[in-house]
């Protein structure tokens, strides 16, 4: 703790630190953490974190990736047993360990990495994890039950007879929320849990903390979007390295104060305005392109131009993305990448042609997490003659490390296990494997959903770079904010079309949001 | 209501949906032509002997095919159900030398059962790759087998094989009542309780159970228990049909529980696999042998027929969900 002071006492640090484990609490707390410690071999995760929450009360955690928030969401909800320290919630310690007798003990938790069966239904993943394992199960009481459940949460248009695995990843997030409350929890933690969510679902999910507020059960919210933290949250503690360096009370902070308290530095909130274009050659174009979830949409990308997509989650964003780079078969009237005419496309045809893609899900798709960092960065540019292995890794040392130096990845060198890296280093792995290899486009994913703001503003500036270079950049993203500031242009989509095109003055937060929702402005 | 369509409100959708999620309606649809095939090649399927012959000659194998499902459902495989089978077996014809039949039968069963819980155990909470238990379990429980019985022999009476593999009506082999009772129990298990659901969730993603709160690994452990009592059943009705213990009897049924489990269109990966779909996968496959006697082809060509019904069965959803998407990818 007192390391956690000294970092509380840092210039920068703007937040009325009151000493977490000092004065009295005015209530009875409901949930005591003192001098939490996770160590993974010589690694520390957490090193003596203490906070206390109090009943009706929502606690964020904020913090860096690898700053320690999901280790503690972890310990709290059972799922990974401190090395030392206690938990205490309700006045009883907490039996660590076991994510079930943290569930019986009210605390229940939804995790950033979703923890749902995808070969389950939705009613299954609902119901099955309560109670105990040599029961009867009826599918058609746990269906009644689940759309009841949803129906009380105002999910009506989740059907609980459907696989999880064919629902959205947004949607996915929503059962998962829906799980953790369903057993009225004293306690409820959300891990990261609005990362997928659109601002009607995170509008959603604040109804229902407020709701479960009322009620006197608290929350504790992990997130990086610090303007879901300023709506929700009553107190919050900063975490960096494993420590608590400062906390901080609703409406006494500032955007800033508290990135440069996560950063451990100065670091202004900003968004880099897109570099000014000097050519009008068109790198990608595509008329009436359609496919399984897109319908009819036409394309012109300019080389150097960030064109943004916007729009909610399953209107066709990712089908788009995946079918201009071939992953998802597609056909369109006409279809030129860099002037040169193609019809249709594979991921391998793609990368020949000089298109780049950092898909959806970096663990699924981007990355071969049991491979190298140096590896997985090279992945794109193995031909099965070449070499490989340490040699290739060796020859390619200039380059690995020049991207892993513009991009900062905090990685022990190109040897080290994708794996072991964090989230928001993962995510620069899968975009720093584009860079420098004479792209023509580049297709984004969301490459910045729940990742810290630091490797956020660093993706900002390599993409805008990359711009500069002249690469054409689409680029989906959930937070309108990036959309607004960073690219040149937004064509937002609506069910499989794009509804609106926002350029210039029209381009703003409202409008996209507006046509995201299937409005059309008035031109 | 992060989607503006309405909320759609749809019929209880019946077990057919299920099925095919699990991959259950091709092995379905190729047994019932196999059996259409094999009875206008040979109408005398349909008399009272040869019934009961061909009845007596995939039920060991259906069970034992269930037995490999189990493990194949939490993710694992298992290379020692032959060996288990066969030490079964012979616990089974050698005992009922010495005590009261229902007596062999719970010995047998017992016996298999340890044999499960013993790779379960080193699977689940040893956390060891199932193919290498089970391989290395494999020697130790035929070198068992073996020295319970080095050749074949037993105690096998008339009377156990007029109760396991004899006609209970005409036209009813009592074998086939024996597999839907161990059948249905099995299914009632897998989709009527939570350890049945918790056995598909182990196998579909592991961490997901573990971090909703279930006891991924005590599941994983039940599941190769179970595995090894329903392969030991297999053995007991081996053994009654044939009429002898043999320590061999189990090593051809390794490879046909494989072969019957993919067949059935379960993911090797866990998760996904049916019951009906496995049983009647392997009653085709133990019927190739005799189909091809009836046609008069080589008996060799057997395995060659029974690898394209699997290319075949397994490759058709595949070819029919590619025709299905570039159709609609025209047509929007």
Redesign the interface.
Known sequence: MTDARIGAAAPAAPVPAAPPDGSPPAVDALLVATDLVKSYGPVHAVQGVSFRCNPGEVLALVGENGAGKSTVAKMLAGAVPPTSGSIVVGGRPLASGSVRQSRQSGVRCAFQELALVPDWTVAENLSLPDGAPYRGFSQRKSVVAAAELLGAFDLPHIDPQVTVGTLSLADRQLVEIARALAGRPSLLILDEASSALTPPGVAWLFQRIRDLTSDGGSVIYVSHRLGEIAEIADRGAVLRDGKVVGEFVRGGWTDDQLVSLMAGREAARFFPAPPARTTDAVALEVTNLRSDGVHGIDLVLGAGEILGIGGLQGHGQAELLRSLFGAAPATADSWSIAGRPVSGTTPVRSVRHGIGYVPEDRKREGLALEMSVGENLLVPWFRAYQLGGRPRITRERTWIDGVLGALSVRTRGPDERAGTLSGGNQQKLVFGRWMDRARTVILLHDPTRGIDVRAKQELYAAIVDLAEQGVGILWFSTEVEELVHVCHRVAVLYQGAVIDELVGERLTGDAVVGASMGLRAAA | ?????P??V?L??TGM?RLR?EGAIAPICAFVVFLLVYIVINPELLTRFQLQTAANLVVPLALVALGQLLVVLVGGIDISIGAVMSLCNVVFATQLENVPPPVALLLAVGVGLACGLFNGFLVAYGGLPAIAVTLASAFIFGSLAREVLDRPGGGVTKEIYLATSGELVPFLPVSLVWLSVVAVLLWLLL????????I??V???M?????????AR??KLLAFGLAGMVTSAGAVMLAASTVTGDPRSGDAYLLSSIAAVALAGAAFTG??GSIIGTVLAACTLGLIGNLLFFAGVNSYWQYVISALIIFTVVGLPVVWARTT??L???R?
């Open positions: 209501m992060s989607v503006a369509s909320p759609v749809r209880q959708r949906t999620r989709q009527r309780t939570a350890l049945g659901r918790h598909y969730g196998g579909s993603s961490e997901s159970v573990r971090a909703a709160g279930i006891d005590l599941t998760g996904r998407s570039a609609k990818g025209i929007s």
